[in-house]
């Protein structure tokens, strides 16, 4: 009888001692159990980590997560995940979903296991196949060109304006934003186009422009100015034309143009050789020479005192409009 007592209380206390081996077990990833009595059976369990994670960036820096179930069962015990970047776990969550921030922009490797708990005993699986995620929390350095160029200095016609960003190491451009005079912000996908039309006041019209990379990190307005002239000078006066100072020159003086918007730049000479002037066009004109906001131009290498020439000027303003001709000078010879 005593016998009998002494060897079912060593039974249970090997009984006990496999069931706490099984509960506070951490990092296998199977679990199996064994009695010694016939009449019961334990199971074995294989912990499978997911598949594997796919990781998207997200605005300021975040990082999302998501990966598939895993294919353990539950059978009563609690699932979770573990989330690791870089080989460091970073999170726990029972959901399929995490979103990581990291301290700082760049690229990092998250893995995810499998864990199997009941009470205070945990089972972990191995790690999931890893995948590669983006930190971007840097916004978008924006530019815009008129023109294909710069948008400094008058145009004197309808402006194509281009709207970029360069978004660097990021995860590349989303947007772009252009308001021209306060009219209204609009928003397409970068690099945007628009035209800018109309002839603006000194100023110019005022552009405003911003955008934001592909997960909304948004960069801060910016304003220019494009400043459209179309209107032309007035023309130069009293062309007149004397021998220069040496051999084969002659020099050519007129009174000045105005602009009122743009300015005067400076002017245009043309001169042909001939005894009797033509109309006052650049086909008739094939020679030229463009100065500044001056009131008079030596043109040299003619032939001396025995040719004649005719001249004209127009005036150019800062946009490149150009004022209808001048009187005709000539015909007279160089010196």
Known sequence: MNKDRIFAAAFVVLVSTAIIGFSAGNTGATFTGASTNPNQAWGTSNVVAPTSVTPSSAIAGAVNLTWPATTTPPNGHTVTYLVFRNGVQVGSTAAL????????????????????????????????????????????????????????????GNVTVVASGN???????????????????????????????????????????????????????????????????????????????????????????????????????????????????????PNSATVGAVTSYTISGLSSNSLNYCTYVATKDNAGNLAAASNVGGPSKAK
């Open 97 to 156: 979903t995490y979103s990581d921030t990291p301290g700082s922009d760049g690229t990092y490797s998250y893995t995810v296991q499998t864990k199997i708990a009941q009470g205070a005993g945990f089972f972990t699986s191995a790690s999931s196949s890893a995948g590669s995620g983006l930190s971007d929390r840097t916004a978008p350095t924006m530019s815009v060109t008129c023109n294909g160029g710069s948008c400094a200095g008058w145009f004197n």
């Open 167 to 285: 978004d660097g190491t990021g995860v590349g451009m989303g947007t772009a934003t252009t308001n021209v005079d306060a009219a209204g912000a609009i928003t397409s996908a970068a690099p945007r186009t628009i035209t800018v039309s109309g002839q603006s006041s000194a100023a110019g019209h005022t552009l405003a422009y911003s955008g934001a990379d592909a997960v909304g990190n948004a960069s801060g307005t910016t304003n220019t100015n494009v400043k459209i002239d179309l209107t032309a000078p007035t023309a130069a006066s009293g062309e007149t034309q004397v021998k220069g100072a040496s051999a084969g020159q002659l020099l050519v003086s007129w009174t000045a143009g105005t602009d009122a918007l743009s300015g005067v730049a400076g002017y245009v000479v043309y001169w042909v050789q001939t005894n009797a002037c033509p109309a006052a066009t650049p086909a008739n004109y």
